[in-house]
């Protein structure tokens, strides 16, 4: 069976300091991938997908940046977090035809 | 691009009543309109969905309608319980390319009270 994994479940970090969340799948090939941020008491913003690897598209202009180095691997970047970052954020993978996407287990991000 | 609007914010039922979710959506070209429950501090989890070549489909206490020529689908949960407290999420997928990617409305935060 299929099985997505994201790490760290919490974070704390301060204005200015970078950033990585990574997201792994197993149990599937060639997975579309993505990244949601849910602000909080807000809904889910799409912010990066991609259909494989080295192909990223980006959904909302900001100084994040999205890799996929592998073909199960998806990571989050930023190289300077700002306060406006903070929130919970959700990998996901799916088929990629127009069906049901699995979500990790999410990562809360808090910028001091 | 697809825009996906959820009404209302927050949802507050007495149990056993029925509670209804409604969104409506930009891209007449979507084709496929899931819902997801959100339980606190979790991961959202689908709980229904339905393809554009459906009007109705039912689950149990959870149904979804859809109306393609207004752009509008539903959710709609009979005989709440307490259980059912949660931030529930509408969204919507379109045909093109193989992207796969949901939008998804603001969320509704229903409270089932005992």
């Known amino acids: 069976s299929q099985t997505i994994h994201q790490w760290p479940a919490t974070l704390v970090q301060p204005v200015g300091s970078p950033l990585s969340l990574e997201c792994t799948v197993e149990?599937?090939?060639?997975?579309?991938l993505y990244w949601y941020r849910q602000a909080a008491g807000r809904g889910l913003q799409l912010l990066f997908y991609?259909?494989?690897?080295?192909?990223i598209s980006s959904e909302v202009p900001q100084n994040l940046s999205a890799s996929r180095p592998q073909d199960r691997q998806f990571i989050l970047s930023s190289k300077k977090l700002l306060l406006s970052d903070s929130g919970f954020y959700l990998c996901?993978?799916?088929?990629?035809?127009?069906?049901?996407?699995?979500f990790g287990e999410g990562s809360r991000l808090t910028v001091l | 691009g697809e825009n996906v609007e959820q009404h209302p914010s927050t949802l507050s039922v007495q149990e056993g009543d029925s509670a209804v979710i409604k969104c409506t959506y930009s891209?007449?070209?979507?084709?496929?309109f899931p819902w997801y429950k959100q339980e606190l501090g979790k991961r959202p989890q689908l709980i229904i969905d339905?393809?554009?070549?459906?009007g109705e489909k039912k689950d149990q206490r959870i149904a979804v309608t859809l109306n393609k020529t207004a752009k509008h689908f539903s959710l709609h949960i009979t005989e709440t319980q307490p259980e059912d407290s949660a931030v529930y999420f509408c969204?919507?997928?379109?045909?093109?390319?193989?992207?796969?990617?949901?939008?998804f409305g603001q969320g509704t935060t229903l409270q089932v009270k005992p």
């Open positions: 996901a993978w799916g088929q990629g035809y127009a069906g049901e996407l699995f």
């Open positions: 149990g599937t090939s060639n997975p579309n």
């Open positions: 991609s259909v494989g690897i080295g192909q």
């Open positions: 891209d007449s070209a979507s084709n496929y």
């Open positions: 339905i393809r554009s070549n459906v």
């Open positions: 969204a919507a997928s379109g045909v093109l390319g193989n992207t796969g990617k949901l939008i």
